[in-house]
């Protein structure tokens, strides 16, 4: 190996090592332990979830529902990582079902969408609802998922909608790089997210919400998650 090669080799190993290991302003979410991840999430009731804890993932468990942070969040960039499993059974409705969910109610969508393509619409069902997807309202710009059974990375830069009174004076927003791939450009948000409608700006109940992890009768996994706060004063530049 010639030298550049190998300090080229020696860069991208440090840059996936860095981009393993959180920042050091981040809130992490869950590390792997499951100290951390009775630490920082409840069932949607505020109970224990029960998320069965898997070679250091945490994994949707059907019976168990969806999950929640115990802390509320506003602004904030997200990082995510998940894996559909390797062993699906034939395509269904739930192949890689799951889903986060910003603030509780704007889910950027969790599927089994290797080789799907947003621009045909191949995908059987529709394409707003494949991986990437701002659920129900826009379809990822391009599609770099990868194989069932890989791990998938999510970062997401969520700005919450502001509103005067009853009136949305700015929508809220969603970037999200999916395997550092730009494939949601501050996609202005229509509303909540739901299945097959159209929505509505509707005021959250608060300034700040959960993150939530969706249960969708598929035991897609989690780890390496944490987030980052953004403060007001960037929101005021923007
Ligand atoms: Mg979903």
């Known amino acids: 190996m010639n030298r550049n090669v190998l300090g080229l080799a020696v860069v991208v190993a440090a840059l996936a090592a860095g981009a393993a290991k959180p920042p050091s302003d981040a809130v992490v979410l869950f590390d792997g332990t499951q100290k951390s991840f009775d630490a920082n999430w409840t069932d949607m009731k505020g109970r224990k979830a029960k998320w069965k804890l898997v070679d250091g993932t945490i994994e949707a468990t059907r019976s168990a529902g969806d999950i929640r942070t115990r802390r509320e969040f506003g602004d904030v960039q997200l990082h995510v990582e998940w894996q559909v499993p390797a062993n699906l059974p034939p395509y269904d409705m739930n192949s890689g079902n799951s889903g986060v969910f910003m603030m509780g109610l704007y889910e ?5 969408s290797h080789e799907t393509d947003p621009a045909d619409m191949k995908h059987p ?27 998938q990375t999510y970062d997401i830069v969520f700005y919450r909608p ?12 969603v970037t999200v790089f999916l395997n550092g791939v730009l494939v949601q450009d501050g996609w202005p948000l229509e509303g909540p997210t739901g ?16 993150v939530k992890l969706q249960q969708h009768l598929c035991p897609v996994r989690f780890c390496n998650v944490w987030i980052r706060e953004l403060p007001e004063a960037r929101r005021r530049t923007r």
């Open 162 to 173: 502001v509103f005067d009174g009853a009136k949305c004076v700015r929508p809220g927003s």
């Open 125 to 151: 069902f529709y394409a707003d609802g494949q991986a990437a997807s701002i659920y129900g309202q826009n379809p990822p710009l391009v599609n770099p998922t990868r194989r069932r059974g890989e791990w």
């Open 195 to 210: 299945h097959i409608r159209r929505t509505r700006q509707t005021k959250p109940p608060s300034d700040k919400g959960p």
């Open 108 to 112: 950027v969508q969790i599927f089994e």
